[in-house]
């Protein structure tokens, strides 16, 4: 099945997206330049398939789409049980080195918005990992699945509790604060007031708010007035 799949995602390569991806997504791994729509499209039809355990147990991970691919291709399981999931997922995320691994993929998960207190206590370990892209995959998982109101407290308390000091894990804290200013700004402002963050990920998460439509420009006076010189 590998030789069908490769075949398949030669044929959607265009060399024109590939050099933009090229220049956007950092990586390791070789870049073919297939579009997102199409990538999709192919793990539907890998997902809805009859070789789909085939395909998941013996995929190949030579190029940054074929680890999109499969990502993608779990989150269009067919009633998935979630230990499935976590059997396949957690040895790929330890595969990301991108940002577009982590955020792409996690946000396919739509099983985990049925089982969030399995999928927190399962992905915990994350938050402490050493690797980049291993604690990004956890302050992600935070931001689609936890920012709700019967869990927007704990992710609060999550959030500052990760180390800072790696580029995309501090991106993403500031993204994950963002939002929460956008969702719960009440319950949010005060991680800002009290400065519990690096300058770099605090001045971000207000850049970030303050472009956000959802925000009100009274508040984004507010925000502009928290940062950090």
């Known amino acids: 099945m590998n030789t069908q799949i490769n075949q398949s995602l030669q044929a959607l390569k265009e060399s024109n997206y590939k050099a933009f991806n090229e220049k956007l997504i950092p990586t390791n791994y070789e870049i073919l330049g297939i579009r997102m729509p199409a990538l999709k499209k192919l793990a539907k039809e890998i997902a809805t398939g009859v070789d789909v355990d085939s395909y998941l147990k013996n995929a190949e991970y030579t190029t940054y789409e074929h680890i999109l691919l499969y990502g993608l291709v779990l989150g269009q399981l067919k009633k998935p ?3 499935t999931v976590f059997n396949y997922l957690d040895p790929l995320i330890l595969k990301f080195d991108n940002w577009a ?7 396919s998960l739509k099983i985990f918005q049925k089982h969030p207190d399995e999928v927190l ?9 050493e690797g980049e892209f291993t604690k990004r995959t ?6 689609d699945y936890f920012m709700s109101e019967t869990h927007i407290d704990m992710t609060l308390k999550h959030l500052p509790e990760i180390q800072q000091g790696q580029y995309y894990v501090d991106m993403a804290i500031a993204w ?10 009440d319950k949010t402002i005060p991680l800002l007031e009290q400065q519990v963050f690096s300058k770099f990920v605090h001045n971000k998460a207000i850049q970030k708010a303050r472009e956000s439509y959802r925000i009100t420009p009274e508040k984004k006076e507010l925000l ?4 950090i010189k």
Not at 138 to 143: G, K, Q, R
């Open 81 to 83: 049980e979630l230990e």
């Open 101 to 107: 691994h982590v955020d792409t993929i996690v946000s």
């Open 121 to 129: 206590a399962h992905y915990l370990p994350l938050k402490t990992h």
């Open 138 to 143: 956890f302050i992600i998982l935070l931001m």
């Open 176 to 185: 994950a604060i963002s939002v929460g200013l956008v969702k719960f700004y």
């Open 224 to 227: 502009n007035g928290l940062k």
